[in-house]
């Protein structure tokens, strides 16, 4: 209706006014003479005038109405262009200034650890298997990555590891997968066992510490660490919190529960350990 009223307004008036001068014009031929047109036409002048001027500032008044509507059209898809521009500007400054604390505390990192060759990369792709807990990083071999390098984040809480390379992508299979073990030991207690990955508790993005020694004692709450054993990963890297302690095999064997220090579905950036000095 909008783009018909713009295109043949115009037209519109002109047809009317033609339609109504016809209508008299027949009047008066049908009432015999060109006096009586001429009475005709003079007693119709008045109302016909006032009948056209309304209907002239009708369509002006149209006019206005939908050369005002397209211009606040205009101005609000203006306004509406420069908002998500402010907003993804905001955006990416937000995560601007998160990668440069990420990097300055990754920067106090290697500054406590010297023995600490590290790689920062951005988590690109999280796998979609209900069987594992993997994700994909923006850097590989090319950059210096190696299988087997462990993962971390900027505090140094342990992520996980690389276990699949190509020359500029890697896979990171983080500590909850059900194929990980990592060596580790209970902060309070100094206890040696392993934190391995179970598909039950992976579901809930937990882990299990277990194989420990005879005789040792865990607590709930107590902090769980790397030990370093083997060689694969740093000693003292933190793993998470035991939030409950359990027992299998009709109760002669007790194992905790363990909550990841890192909060995996957060991750946007981690940092891999290229190389490191090993427990001696």
Do not use: C
């Not at 010297?114 to 790689?119: A, G, T």
């Not at 993962?151 to 059900?178: F, H, K, M, P, R």
């Not at 005879?214 to 998470?240: H, K, M």
Request: charged share 20%.
């Amino acid at each position: 209706m909008k783009e018909y009223l713009k295109r043949y307004g115009s037209r519109l008036i002109i047809i009317l006014a033609a339609s109504a001068f016809l209508i008299l014009l027949g009047a008066a031929v049908r009432g015999g003479g060109m006096g009586v047109l001429r009475k005709a036409t003079d007693a119709a002048s008045v109302p016909f005038q006032k009948v056209l001027g309304s209907t002239v500032n009708w369509f002006n008044r149209m006019y206005g109405y939908l050369y005002q509507y397209d211009s606040l059209m205009a101005e609000n898809e203006s306004l509406r262009t420069q908002l998500a521009e402010a907003q993804q500007s905001a955006r990416d400054g937000v995560a601007a200034s998160e990668e440069n604390s990420r990097l300055r505390q990754a920067l106090e990192l290697r500054e406590s650890h010297r023995d600490y060759v590290l790689e920062s990369a951005k988590v690109v792709l999280w796998s979609d298997s209900v069987w594992s807990s993997s994700f994909t990083i923006s850097k590989g071999s090319s950059s210096g990555i190696e299988l087997g390098d462990p993962v971390i984040t900027e505090y140094g809480a342990l992520v996980g590891q690389v276990t699949e390379l190509s020359e500029n992508s890697a896979v990171v299979s983080t500590l909850i997968d059900v194929d990980m073990s990592v060596g580790a030991y209970v902060g309070s207690s100094g206890s040696a066992g392993m934190v391995v990955g179970e598909y039950a508790m992976m579901k809930n993005k937990n882990a299990k510490l277990t194989f420990l020694a005879d005789g040792a004692q865990i607590f709930e709450g107590d902090e769980v660490l790397t030990s370093g054993s083997g060689g694969a990963f740093p000693a003292g890297l933190s793993i998470g919190t035991i939030s409950n302690v359990q027992t299998e095999a009709g109760g002669q064997i007790e194992f905790g529960i363990v909550v990841p220090q890192v909060e995996l579905d957060a991750l946007v950036q981690v940092f891999i350990i290229k190389d490191f000095a090993p427990v001696e």
